[in-house]
């Protein structure tokens, strides 16, 4: 198993340009979660998903768009970037432990992002 | 806005000794957990305690959880090299909310 993997791993935009970031799982996993990571600050929601067809807001969500038509995938979109947009992106997923209550996420290897 | 707060920011320990980082958070929680990350890669979940829980242990890991308090910690036994990372704790708000809230993490840096 590949776990969760992320496609790119850098990329360099200009502002006002557009990219995707691809998140795979092969883990058969129903929850999927887009974070960003700036220095000092943790890890930052931006969406997430509970089910292939749906999507939730997270706690940045602000000039992201995402989308999961597949439940192995879950895409990120930056339609204008911004240079506020700078940062690394983990994507995540997860499964309810057995009580359907408790789970752990599994953490994909980043993207790091810079716009100029 | 960020539920947990670590503590201290950074450590640094010798090879051997014990490491302890604490974590508080504001809101009550169904569960408390704590991740491992290394330098440029993700996050590794590390062990999970409930909020009806007070103690944990995983191999070399020692996690206690103080509901009445609002915080956390984390004990890494007889500490390695390898144990070098960042580690940050996360906080489930309620049950069933399927995400996680992440601190501002601890940096421990364990020199030989």
């Known amino acids: 198993n590949a776990g969760v993997t992320q496609t790119p791993k850098f990329r360099v935009l200009k502002t006002g340009q557009s990219m995707t970031l691809l998140c795979a799982q092969d883990m058969n996993h129903e929850y999927m979660y887009w974070y960003r990571q700036d220095p000092g600050m943790g890890l930052r929601l931006i969406h997430y998903?509970?089910?292939?067809?749906?999507?939730a807001k997270g706690e940045v969500p602000d000039g992201y768009n995402v989308s999961r038509l597949k439940k192995q995938n879950f895409l990120l979109g930056l339609e204008s970037a911004a240079p506020s947009q700078t940062s690394v992106y983990f994507c995540?997923?997860?499964?309810?432990?057995?009580?359907?209550?408790?789970?752990?996420?599994?953490f994909g290897p980043g993207t790091r992002l810079t716009v100029t | 806005s960020q539920q947990g707060e670590e503590d201290p920011q950074a450590l640094s320990i010798q090879e051997g000794e014990n490491a302890t980082m604490n974590c508080s958070y504001k809101t009550s929680i169904n569960n408390l957990q704590w991740y491992r990350q290394n330098s440029g890669r993700g996050l590794v979940h590390l062990i999970l305690i409930r909020s009806n829980e007070r103690e944990k242990h995983s191999g070399r890991l020692r996690v206690t959880l103080d509901t009445s308090k609002k915080s956390s910690s984390l004990l890494i036994t007889a500490s390695r090299a390898a144990d070098t990372a960042s580690y940050f704790c996360a906080t489930e708000r309620r049950q069933g909310a399927q995400k996680l809230v992440f601190g501002q993490g601890t940096r421990l840096t364990i020199n030989p």
């Open positions: 998903s509970v089910g292939e067809g749906t999507t």
């Open positions: 995540a997923s997860s499964y309810p432990f057995r009580d359907r209550v408790t789970y752990e996420q599994y």
